[in-house]
């Protein structure tokens, strides 16, 4: 009896126990699908680096735009993977691409959002600061969206660096107004300021500005 009794304890145990496993395999595999499910459904961010191989964009004897450009993105790419979102780069080494064909990538993808990423040049070599532009004609809701994209960017871009705001402002250029979704396109200093343009050099100030148009980006989605 003793025994039979054993047995019964032993065999209660073991079907316990495979329920318990069972239960917690079936809670990691939902634990581990939602992962996947959430990281498939973050939005798409589409980053265009401004001009390109035989396309320069500003220059002077210190830096051409299209590198600043590039490097920027990759580091705004970086800070945003971090933050799980998606992110898809219009160019991600020197090369030209047309203006249509980086709205168009993003229309492809059917992304939430564009970033293009320029730095500025100017006649008055005094001129500086940072400045973001949204689509001056699109329909009325992309329209609203950009303008609230321009300002969570510039707002952190402004804090993080301490640089002058020159403001949102309306824009005509092609590859925010191409798009089918809300895009801005950040001017992040002006090449033709030689204090801005030295600091745009430094690798440790290209990082701050990629931070910051994550975290305005990010803080665009929050709201």
Not at 199 to 220: E, F, R, T, V
Request: glycine share 4%.
């Amino acid at each position: 009896m003793k025994y039979f009794s054993r047995l019964l304890l032993v065999f209660l145990a073991f079907i316990l126990s495979a329920c318990f496993e069972s239960k917690q395999t079936k809670y990691a595999d939902i634990i581990r699908k939602n992962k996947i499910h959430a990281r498939h459904t973050m939005p798409i961010i589409v980053l265009d680096a401004g001009h390109g191989s035989l396309d320069p964009g500003a220059h002077n004897e210190l830096c051409e735009e299209k590198t600043l450009t590039l490097k920027t993105a990759l580091y705004t790419k970086a800070e945003l993977i971090k933050m799980g979102y998606r992110v898809v780069m219009t160019r991600s080494r020197d090369e030209f691409i047309t203006l249509k064909k980086r709205a168009q990538i993003a229309n492809d993808l059917k992304s939430q959002v564009l970033v293009s990423i320029h730095f500025n040049s100017a006649q008055n070599k005094k001129a500086h600061g940072i400045e973001v532009f949204y689509p001056k004609k699109a329909k009325p809701w992309k329209q609203k969206r950009s303008k609230l994209l321009a300002q969570t960017i510039l707002r952190k871009m402004l804090v993080n660096t301490g640089a002058q705001s020159r403001g949102i402002k309306e824009g005509n250029f092609c590859v925010i107004r191409e798009t089918n979704m809300p895009a801005v396109l950040v001017e992040c200093g002006f090449i033709t300021n030689d204090r801005e343009c030295r600091k745009m050099l430094k690798p440790d100030y290209q990082k701050l500005l990629g931070k910051s148009i994550a975290q305005g980006l990010n803080q665009y989605f929050d709201l």
